[in-house]
């Protein structure tokens, strides 16, 4: 029986706050950094020696971080992390001077990638050093690619082989993998010991790993031969043996599976860990629920920003790193609010002959829009889980066009009795009915087409998706609606 080597951690277990809590915590960080601010700003303006303002404003800065130490320590990493995220660089810089050092990996890991990367570059050799030599291999590996390669090249030299072996593996992996997100410390037992025995090795060890629901069994090469559920472990005779309540009808992930596929596992199963076996069987790792959770998050942060075309930023970045993420999709939503305006412009004599279509057009640009983004958000939602596949695509397509049928058959019953009121025309209203049943029709084939040929292609089917959506529905709503009306009206 083994189990997997980590490095253990500070007993200490610092007070977790709700998010409401958390907020309260950040405005009181927020109105100490402003105090201390304050005081710093008029001693600056006290006309007296230079020595003797000096040593005020030594003494009141020292008087404000003590303050600011006392009340960040006291907190649990993930919610120093979450007001580090909500500070400016300078100020974030500040207030992580002053956590405690046996915080810093578990706030470093924590935090999200773009505030890591400042608080890094705060830190000296030493000091990273320090925080990345108390990290499990696979915690050491999601940081690796933020290190300077020295440090991590000192932190190997404080690991095990084992360790070691571990890390340069988890490094392997690709990003979006289970092999990127596994970790590697687990209790694995044999199977022809008594559950005895198994109890009595639980209880020699310093604590059990985070979120252990079940005990690997495997042979002595290693190979997964079933599980075993704490909960048996507990209820079961002691004299029993392994092997007979073991379960041998589990779930297995490999290295190189998407971890969105992981995800997808543990929501339909109701996991809270599951094994990582190589080709041969052989157990190498674990992932676990708080894993999952985590690329859940990144996921669903990654799609919203995707949609409008933009990368995970600071937010409190300079301008212009923040114009370099934001401009790209911006022109090219110009361009396509510019072809929509030109559209628009090719039948300058239909509007200046029926005035009140220049009101009508934008309802039906904008209903077609809304329609495409439903069934856009529906399909880049089964995408990510899985869902479509090449015999159910056509069906698929079948009924989103169908419920948008039915869907624009009422909206624009509704429509035209709004555009017969306000222009008294029945003409009118029968041509709005038409254009926005068709503009509608355009917003579901984009919102279903665009995702579909990102994701053959390879790439992420969230991305411009809302620019490309209005691009078309704009564009050809204009086209139609006021098509139509040059037909039908003039």
Known sequence: MTQSAATPKPPATPRR??????????????????????????????????????????????????ELATLINGLHPADIAFILESLPKDERQTVWRLVSTEHDADVLIEVEDWVRESLI?????????????????????????????????????????????????????????????????MVRVREDVSLEVVLRY???????????????????????????????????????????????????????????DAASAFERYDLVSAPVTDEQGRLIGRVTI?????VIQEDSQEQALSRAGLQE????????????????????????AATASFVASRFEDTVSHI????????????????????????IIRALAVGRITGRNLWPLVKREMLVTLLV???????????????????????????????NMLVGASVGVMVPMLRARFGKDPAIGSSVLLTFATDSLGFFIFLGLATVFLL
């Open 121 to 185: 570059e705060a830190m000296d050799r030493q000091d990273l050093v320090a925080a990345t030599g108390s990290m499990d291999a696979d915690e050491l590996a999601d940081l690796a690619p933020d290190l300077p390669p020295d440090v991590v090249a000192e932190v190997q030299k404080g690991l095990t082989e084992e360790e070691r072996a571990q890390l340069l593996e988890a490094m392997g992996y690709p990003e979006d993998s289970v092999g990127a997100i596994m970790d590697f410390e």
């Open 202 to 260: 639980l209880r020699r060890l310093h604590e059990l790993p985070d979120h252990t629901d079940q005990i690997f069994v495997v042979d002595r090469q290693d190979k997964l031969q079933g599980v075993l559920p704490i909960a048996t472990l507990l209820v079961s005779e002691p004299d029993t043996e392994v092997r007979a309540v073991m379960n041998s009808d589990f779930l297995t992930l490999g290295p190189l599976d998407s971890d969105a």
């Open 408 to 438: 624009g058959l009422c909206g624009s019953l509704v429509a035209a009795l709004f555009a017969w009121a306000i222009s008294d025309s029945l003409s009118i209203a029968v041509v709005m009915m038409g254009a926005m049943i068709c």
């Open 355 to 378: 005035v009140i279509l220049a009101f009508l057009m934008s309802i039906v640009a904008g209903i077609g829009g809304n329609s495409g983004n439903q069934t856009m958000t529906m």
């Open 290 to 294: 708080a894993d999952v959770v985590d």
């Open 313 to 336: 930023e600071d937010i409190f970045a300079p301008v212009l790193m923040a114009l370099r993420n934001r401009a790209p999709w911006l022109l090219f939503n110009l361009c396509t």
């Open 17 to 66: 706050l709700d998010p409401e809590d958390a907020q309260h915590a950040l405005a009181e960080v927020q109105e100490c950094l402003r105090r201390q601010h304050l005081v710093e700003d008029l001693v600056h303006r006290q006309e007296q020696g230079d020595d003797k303002a000096h040593l005020v404003e030594d003494l009141v800065h020292r008087q404000h971080e003590a």
